[in-house]
């Protein structure tokens, strides 16, 4: 039987979640016709048995034990197993919500079609600032499509609550990146864009984006590094497509600049004097972040004294003011609360 969705997820020591993970996709209205292929990355809980045991239930489920090898191997092994002719990504503590495919194709067929979710985050990223539900030729979107994926909105970070067409991620040999821990997805999705000539955006929401304490992405203290990261690719990304680089090397460096001056401010807020110190150093003597700070033109008014502090201290290169000054911050504001 010709397979439609391959959903993958990768699993790892999720057993308080998988269940929940798991029959949220066979509850979908014809879930006989797609497939559910579960990667066990190593798991060291019961969640390699759960797995079993729903493959001994559904002969199209089907489940790849693997040595630990990080989510985006188990993502690439389960698109090299998928069968269908979509490809929908799905995280092992996340769960969808009802009729999520039958809504994901509610514009019809597109190279990628990208749907809305729901979470119990405050923060949510959504294409509604650029675009209204519906199908578009990319190339008559050109223009808005390019400020999108360059603007702070992170709605294409994710791979998931998207529908990927699997012979593009085939045909261009499109994988996620071994070894990286964060922004996996950015690469995969961004790459994955380039071949695509179609998009649809669906008005629904089909995802459940679940925030938990051991959720990789809710403990980066020290997110320098993967902002760095996320700037240096994404400007090398621009620059080999046909765009205006130069104004989107503006917005590219705004928006680095911006989570750089968050990642001092974690530092120098949650963590302790001696490893703040150390950590907001390494940041101030980062050649990038400071050549940038200096030259840019974004920061030289302050509204309140606090920032003329800051500026002058990252201009001097001083760790150990700017923790006290994030300490005192903090501080005052516990008192006016």
Known sequence: MKIKVSVIVPVY?????????????????????NEL?????????SSPQICDKYV????????????????SVARN?????????????LDSDDYLLEDAFDKMF?????????ARHNTNSQERSDYIEFFEPGKYDITSIKDDFIQMLSSSNQFFFTCWAKMFKRSLIIENSIRFPVGRAYAEDMVFVYTYLRYCKSVSFVKDEVYFYFINENNATSVVFKSF????????????????IDCDYKKINEKLVSTFLYHS????????TYMKLFSSVKYINEILNDVQFYSLYTTSNEYKMFKVKSDELLNKYIRKKRPFMICILYKLIGIKSKFLK
């Open 225 to 240: 590094d993967v902002q760095s990261f996320i700037f240096n690719w994404q400007s090398d990304y621009f620059k080999r």
């Open 106 to 114: 509610s514009h019809g067929e597109a190279d990628i079609m990208c």
């Open 56 to 71: 001994g239930l559904y002969n199209n489920i089907k489940v790849i034990h693997q040595k630990n090898s990080g989510v």
């Open 261 to 268: 001056f968050l990642s001092l401010k974690t530092a120098g």
């Open 77 to 89: 092994n389960g698109v090299d197993a998928a069968e269908g002719d979509w490809i929908f990504f």
């Open 37 to 45: 292929i579960l990667i066990d990355d190593g798991s060291t809980d």
């Open 13 to 33: 020591n999720c057993k308080m979640f998988l269940e929940r993970a798991i029959e949220s996709v066979i509850s979908q209205k014809n879930f006989a016709e």
